[in-house]
């Protein structure tokens, strides 16, 4: 099968051994234009590629070239080390890295040197491709990917999804909230946040399952005995709640407002 070369058809011949080591010789050149030239040349393989991509000065046109050189760029590892050097021009790294499955993404963005903007980009793909995404694949990204993708993933209609996420290392406070907030949030995945023994104990959390009404009241009950009295005229004022659970919320009110004026006039 014929491989795409700068304006040949035709696959390359092997390298010779000489060949080579002039290749790899202008590989640890100094020379900017020399990069560039090495970048886009029909002579480079896939190995010869990732060693060009390893070096952390490369310049942004040798990165450039080897993106355009197809001899190279069909190789998914080529593809990632583009994506993630730190050189790599946006207008080269994003188009590119749509072309990664989707868990050679997970693996972009959980890699501390890669940029914040590229790793948003690789975890928006990722969110995109959630519904097409089998559901064993679903669980191993609740597991093992990165915040923002185990968040996304709370919405899954897989309850074995939602309850991997709420238990993965890289879950938070924040990305629970934004779920739980979430008019389409499904009923069991509030009801798994709610009833969650690390995360239905936190504050905020749980003044946003109050103003979830799909939140179960036995839980609604619990929350609001533990949250400060103006926490629940907030929620009172500021949410959509069901008639139930505003008239539960209206008479612990009451409540403790009858007991502080009883304090009061006894004080």
Do not use: C
Request: hydrophobic fraction near 45%; avoid cysteine.
């Amino acid at each position: 099968m014929s491989e795409k070369t700068s304006g040949n058809d035709k696959k390359a011949p092997p390298l010779t051994a000489a060949q080579q080591a002039a290749l790899e010789a202008r590989i640890r050149s100094d020379s900017a234009e020399v990069l560039k030239e090495v970048g886009g040349s029909a002579q480079l393989d896939e190995d010869l590629a990732l060693s060009l991509l390893a070096r952390r000065d490369l310049p942004a046109a040798a990165i450039e070239a080897v993106a355009k050189n197809g001899a190279v760029i069909k190789h998914r590892k080529v593809i990632a080390a583009v994506v993630m050097h730190p050189r790599t021009p946006r207008h080269v790294s994003l188009p590119v890295a749509r072309h990664l499955y989707t868990f050679e993404l997970m693996q972009i963005a959980l890699t501390p040197a890669v940029a914040a903007d590229v790793k948003m980009a690789a975890e928006e793909t990722i969110v995109a491709r959630l519904e097409s995404v089998s559901a064993g694949e679903r669980l191993t990204l609740a597991r093992r990917a990165s915040n923002r993708v185990a968040g996304a993933l709370l919405l899954d209609p897989d309850p074995r999804v939602v309850e991997a996420a709420l238990a993965s290392p890289m879950m938070n406070e924040a990305a629970i909230v934004k779920a739980v907030m979430r008019e389409e949030a499904p009923e069991h995945s509030v009801a798994q946040v709610a009833r969650h023994p690390k995360w239905s104990v936190r504050r905020d959390i749980q003044i946003a399952l109050l103003r979830n009404d799909k939140t179960p009241l036995a839980r609604v009950l619990a929350f609001a005995q533990h949250l400060p009295t103006q926490t629940l005229r907030d929620v009172l004022s500021h949410s959509r709640l069901s008639a139930n659970v505003k008239m539960y919320l209206l008479e612990e009110l009451g409540i403790r407002e009858k007991q502080q004026r009883e304090r009061e006039a006894g004080g």
